[in-house]
């Protein structure tokens, strides 16, 4: 092997690719000089192995640094009680020392269950000292409970009567639930595109969002977006996400729900449209249209783990910075005509 070549494998100026196959935001490996790579390794690789500063759980630098950093239950964070400024272990907020102790949470009186209200742990002790204000209530509330007690007892017809219209207001508190849920879909309706199979408006029933987007591209791992439901009683479905070769597998699949004793099986009639969302303009984004159907699925019985779905694939030429800006990719999700097969089963509790 000749000097040329000998110095063609060790300059120190070559450009090489990091040898934990890190990438650049815009999902390319990394390159860098050969004279840099042990610094590079060291000190500035997104997959370089290093230890959470606040719990030592081990992991690739970028996911510690983001995901596990926001969520680490050994972080300090500022106690969420109103007045209290405290700065507390995650894991301590809800049910740790702190919120045992925190002079600033609300706790209930023991007088509770007669009428009083709620105060800060600080200020409880002074104020369940006033016996004669408490003594006062319990009084009110018992003799409260003794006219009502008498005015029932009174007649029985009227205490039949009561108990249905207290029916009544319970069955309109239901149709008014029923139609608040109605009302909040509804909210949600996208505008269908002009395809001529879409005859029905359709409803987006979830937005997310995959960060670290460059390294997911990198590693051909699978994204999961959070599960969601085509409805209020419609199929619980989950978006999965996947480079494979130049282009992104966009999958959609069906997922156990609490409606799917309710539900048609299989899923037929029933379009999904997953679109990746324009981070400059409202009007700009790429739109994919998953179809199922008796003849295509194999989505054949109501499922008892996770079932076949649909995918599409996208190129990844066509993710310019647009979509991707910040290293994140945003998702929404519109379903078209999904209806219960007994809708008169539905339960609106």
């Known amino acids: 092997m000749s000097k040329q070549e000998n110095h063609q494998q060790e300059c120190e100026y070559e450009l090489i690719t990091c040898k ?88 209930e009186c023991k007088y509770a269950d007669f009428g009083c209200e709620q105060f800060a742990r600080k200020d409880l002790p002074d104020h ?30 009227s205490s039949k009567s009561q108990q249905a219209e207290l029916l009544d207001k319970v069955k309109n508190l239901e149709q008014t639930k029923r ?8 909210l949600r309706k996208g505008i269908s595109k002009e395809d001529p199979s879409l005859d029905e408006q359709g409803m987006v029933v979830a937005t997310f969002k995959m960060k670290d987007y460059a390294c997911y591209i990198a590693k051909e791992t699978t994204f999961h977006s959070p599960p969601f439901y085509t409805s209020l009683d419609g199929y619980k479905m989950i978006v999965k996400v996947r480079r494979i070769n130049n282009k992104l597998s966009i999958y959609v699949e069906v997922m156990p729900g609490e409606n799917d004793d309710n539900l ?38 109501k499922p008892v783990y996770n079932r076949e779905g649909f995918d599409a694939a996208v190129s990844m030429g066509t993710l310019t910075e647009e979509y991707t800006r910040n290293n994140t990719l945003y998702f929404r999700v ?16």
């Not at 519109?334 to 509790?349: E, G, H, I, Q, R």
Request: proline share 2%.
């Open 128 to 157: 369940e000292k006033d016996l004669s204000f408490h003594l006062e209530m319990t009084c009110k509330t018992i003799r409260r409970f003794n006219e009502r007690l008498h005015t029932l007892e009174k007649s029985d017809q």
């Open 20 to 107: 934990q196959k890190c990438c650049d935001l815009a999902g390319e490996a990394t390159k860098i000089l050969r004279k840099d790579l042990d610094r590079h390794l060291q000190e500035d690789c997104s997959n370089r192995l290093v230890d959470c500063e606040h719990c030592s759980t081990r992991g690739e630098h970028w996911d510690i640094t983001g995901d596990h950093l926001e969520n680490c239950t050994e972080v300090l964070v500022e106690c969420t009680n109103e007045g209290c400024e405290e700065m507390v272990k995650r894991c301590d907020l809800k049910h740790g020392q702190h919120a045992m102790k925190c002079g600033y949470a609300m706790v």
């Open 264 to 301: 048609e099986w299989p899923v037929d009639g029933m379009k999904v449209e997953v679109q990746i969302l324009s981070q400059d303009l409202d009007n700009n984004h790429f739109s994919t249209l998953v179809g199922f159907s008796n003849e295509t699925q194999k989505v054949d019985k």
């Open 179 to 186: 139609k608040s849920f109605s009302t909040w879909f509804a």
């Open 334 to 349: 519109t379903v078209y005509k999904t209806k219960p097969a007994k809708p008169w089963l539905v339960c609106s509790m």
